[in-house]
């Protein structure tokens, strides 16, 4: 049985919250309980595989420190970024 759009994102708070640093939890926890509810359904699935990434590239992406390869450039990444770029 597939799973509602409600029970995706809720996973998806659930996983922004709980990546392994306080750090990181709160660099993409708060990100997703801004955007996640105005995401389309191609987003949600763009962030997902953005969260099967090791903590540490995602890390380094936000805080600017390496720039991700190609392959993992996204709109939502772009989001994330920028939604973490005064921090």
Do not use: C
Not at 30 to 45: H, I, N, P, V, Y
């Amino acid at each position: 049985m597939p799973f509602t759009r409600e029970q995706i994102v809720k996973r998806l708070r659930y996983r922004s919250w709980h990546r392994g640093t306080r750090e990181l939890d709160l660099l993409v926890g708060r990100f997703a309980d801004e955007t996640l509810e105005s995401m389309d359904d191609g987003q949600l699935l763009r962030f997902e595989r953005l969260l099967d990434r090791p903590d540490p590239d995602i890390h380094d992406w936000i805080l600017g420190r390496r720039h991700p390869p190609s392959v993992q450039r996204s709109d939502v990444l772009d989001l994330l970024i920028e939604f973490n770029k005064d921090e």
